[in-house]
C-alpha cells in the first residue's frame, strides 16, 4: 500500500567490479606458477630490484626489462621466466620473449615444448634453484616443496654454502 507523500525508493543500481583475470603463467608446475605469481607482487614494488635481478643474474639488458613491464604490459613473472629460461635453455631473454608473444594464448609449458631441443629435467630444476636464489637474494621467504628442501637445504643451509662458494672463488 502506498502512503501519500512517500516514494518508495528507486533500487540501489547494480555495481558490477571487473575482476582481472588470475595470473597463470602455465608452466605445468604449480610451485613454479606460484612464485612466478609472488615475483609479480614482489616487482609491483621493488621494480628497481626486480630488474637488476634479471640483469645480474639473467643477462638481461635492464632497459629492455624495464620496457617489457611500463611499456608492453608484460607481467614480471612472465619476464622473469622468458630472462631466466633463456639463461637456462639457451637463446636469451628476447628469443623466449618473442616465442612467447607468437603463442600468447597458451601457458609458458607449451612455449618451450614447441622449441627444438625439447626442455630437459635440468633446465626445470636449473630455473627452480634460480627462483630460489632470487627469493634469497631479495630476502623474501619461500616455501620449498620437498625435492627443492633435499636439493637445496634450508634458508641458513643455503647461505652458508653461499659464503663457503665466495670463499673459494
Known amino acids: 500500500m502506498a502512503v501519500p507523500g512517500v516514494h518508495a525508493q528507486d533500487p540501489a543500481p547494480v555495481q558490477t567490479e571487473t575482476v582481472a583475470p588470475a595470473y597463470a ?3 605445468g608446475d604449480a610451485w613454479v606458477d606460484r ?12 621494480p628497481d630490484a626486480f630488474v637488476d635481478e634479471l640483469a645480474r643474474y639473467a643477462g638481461a639488458h635492464p632497459r629492455y626489462v624495464t620496457a617489457l613491464l611500463q611499456e608492453h604490459g608484460w607481467n614480471a613473472g612472465d619476464i622473469y621466466f622468458a630472462c631466466v629460461w633463456g639463461q637456462v635453455a639457451g637463446g636469451g631473454c628476447r628469443e623466449w620473449v618473442r616465442a612467447r608473444t607468437r603463442l600468447p ?3 609458458w609449458r ?3 615444448e614447441s622449441r627444438q631441443p625439447a626442455p630437459d629435467n635440468l633446465h626445470w630444476r636449473a630455473l627452480r634453484h ?3 636464489a632470487s627469493f634469497d637474494h631479495w630476502d623474501r621467504p619461500i616455501t620449498l616443496d620437498p625435492l627443492l628442501k633435499r636439493q637445496l637445504g634450508d634458508r641458513a643451509q643455503r647461505d652458508a654454502a653461499a659464503l663457503k662458494a665466495a ?3
Do not use: H, K, M
Open 25 to 27: 603463467p602455465g608452466t
Open 105 to 107: 594464448q597458451t601457458g
Open 35 to 46: 612464485q612466478l605469481a609472488d615475483i609479480n607482487a614482489y616487482a609491483a614494488r621493488y
Open 167 to 169: 670463499a673459494s672463488d
Open 110 to 112: 607449451e612455449v618451450v
Open 130 to 132: 634460480a627462483i630460489v
